[in-house]
């Protein structure tokens, strides 16, 4: 099992930027796709970002793109979400994913572990 913890998540007024975290552990290593997702109220889990295990390839959604840079240090077993030029409809809760090996990576069900959210609020 992989355990994965959020943070970096809270306030932040349009225009501006914030750093999500995701530490992994348990049965951790570099050999996992990692993958970030986002929740509005209301609506579905969107795919945001994904980057294969050795960081060599990244992949953005299209709302996102341009403005959200994924990294990883898996010295640290940590994944990163760089946020810039946050908008209020970048509003909602971010969830960590992770899979073993790379592969398919836009999908929720793409996906067996999650952690338990960190919450982004954009205020205009």
């Known amino acids: 099992q992989v355990q994965l913890v959020e943070s970096g998540g809270g306030l932040v007024q349009a225009g501006g930027s914030l750093r999500l975290s995701c530490a992994a552990s348990g049965r951790t290593g570099s050999n996992f796709l990692m993958g970030w997702f986002r929740q509005a109220p209301g609506k579905e889990r969107e795919f945001a970002a994904a980057?294969?295990?050795?960081?060599?390839?990244?992949y953005y959604g299209d709302s996102v793109k341009g403005r959200f840079t994924i990294s990883r240090d898996n010295a640290k077993n940590t994944v990163y979400l760089q946020m810039n030029s946050l908008k209020p409809e970048d509003t909602a809760v971010y969830y960590c994913?992770?899979?073993?090996?790379?592969?398919?990576?836009?999908?929720?069900?793409?996906?067996?572990?999650w952690g338990q959210g960190t919450q982004v609020t954009v205020s205009s």
């Open positions: 980057i294969t295990s050795n960081g060599g390839t990244t």
């Open positions: 994913a992770a899979r073993y090996v790379n592969g398919n990576y836009y999908r929720v069900s793409d996906y067996p572990f």
